[in-house]
Structure formats: C-alpha cells, structure tokens
C-alpha cells in the first residue's frame, strides 16, 4: 500500500508539472502536437538546418511534433499547410495521425526491411537532415538500456552517413551516463562538425541531450 500510495503522489506531482509546463501551454497553442517541437526548433534555429526544398527524415517520428515543425519549416511563411517545398519522410515502431506532406511509414527501424521500405521511399534523393528523437522503452536496467539506446543511435548515424548530402546532418538524442562519451567519439569520427546540445525545452531532470552532426565524412573517414 505504500509503495501504492508513493507512486500516486509520483503521477501526481508529474502531471501537475505537465499541465503547467510552459512548453506543454505553447504547445497547445501554436498546434504542435507535443513540447518536443520546440526542442528542434532551438536546434534549427541554431545551425539553420531545414530549409525550403530540403529532404528530411524523421526517425521516431510519433506523435509527429518534431514532423509538424518540419512542415512548417518547408512551407512558404511557414504555414502549416498548403504548398511544401521539400519532402518529409517518417518512421516510427507506433501508428502517427496523417500530417498534409508527410509520407509516414511504420515499422521498427532496426528491421531491414523496414530499413528497405525507407529506402524505396527516398527513392534515390540524397537526405539533407536526418532528425532522430528514438528511445527504446525503458526496462529500469540501466546497463542494457544504456545499451539498447546507443544501438538506436548508432544505426541513426549509420543510415545518416549512408544517405546524406555533403554537408548534411544528423540530429540525435542521446543520454548522459554509460555509453554517451563512446557515442560522442562516434560523432566525431563520422562528421565534419559535432555539437551536443541541451534544448531549454528539454526538462532539467532529464539525461537527454541532442548530439548534432554535419557533413558526414566520405567512406567513414576524415575526407
């Protein structure tokens, strides 16, 4: 019953923070179908990643916040509808409400034939922004989901590298603690530039920070 009770007063004390979030209010008001909106937005408005015309791909894409931003990014005067200039390509292991423009496909992207859907989707055209906000379900043992995240993330970088134009990027949310310093030298070795970032819409409490990658090296290499 304690414990019982504990985890009560632990729901409640999330959820009063939630719907007090500034982000969440935002949010609600601008449209977005989550807070995370506003963790790409600082990103891109920090390195001017999506721009008009651009091919972007979103993996992890659901409930679609970070695809809504993209849209509106690829819009003239960033309208969240209409004409789109660019395309955008999402993926992710749960089903996502249809967004005008956006081409969703579901799937696991771990699966190679998931992996081969995505593929025929880009249909040959070089990407010019990978965006991956994907997390494994946690399993509170921290070894092997430490694990299980830099997994995800390394195949990001790999798809990433694969299918970029030169001077292309890569946006990557990663976790501090075991692993990230390993994931940091990935970066390195894969990109021209590497910059971690920690959106202010990204709560305190959270060991999430986004890595950023651009212009992937040729062959794996310095170039």
């Not at 600082?42 to 979103?58: K, N, Q």
């Not at 993926?91 to 992207?109: C, N, R, T």
């Not at 001077?167 to 603690?177: I, P, Q, T």
């Amino acid at each position: 019953m304690k414990a019982r009770t504990q985890s009560k007063k632990v729901n409640k004390a999330w959820l009063s923070d939630h719907v007090n979030d500034p982000y969440v209010k935002l949010a609600q008001k601008e449209g977005y179908r989550s807070r995370a909106a506003y963790k790409l937005q600082e990103i891109d408005t920090l390195f001017d990643l999506i721009r008009p015309g651009a091919t972007v791909v979103d993996l992890g894409c659901a409930p679609g916040a970070w695809c809504q931003y993209a849209r509106r990014r690829l819009a003239p005067e960033g309208a969240a509808a209409g004409q789109l200039g660019g395309a955008i390509i999402g993926l992710d292991l749960l089903p996502m409400e249809p967004i005008e423009g956006v081409s969703f496909l579901q799937g696991d992207f771990r699966d190679p034939e998931v992996l081969a859907r995505l593929e025929a989707a880009l249909a040959g055209r070089p990407v010019d922004v990978v965006i991956s906000d994907m997390a494994p379900n946690l399993s509170g043992i921290a070894a092997a989901d430490a694990a299980r995240a830099a997994d995800l993330v390394e195949l990001a970088v790999d798809f990433a590298c694969a299918h970029l134009r030169p001077g292309g990027a890569l946006v990557a949310k990663v976790f501090h603690g075991s692993g990230y310093d390993a994931l940091v030298r990935l970066f390195r070795s894969r990109f021209q530039r590497v910059k971690p970032v920690k959106p202010k819409a990204s709560r305190d409490k959270s060991a999430e920070t986004y890595l950023v990658g651009i212009g992937p090296m040729q062959d794996g290499g310095p170039p």
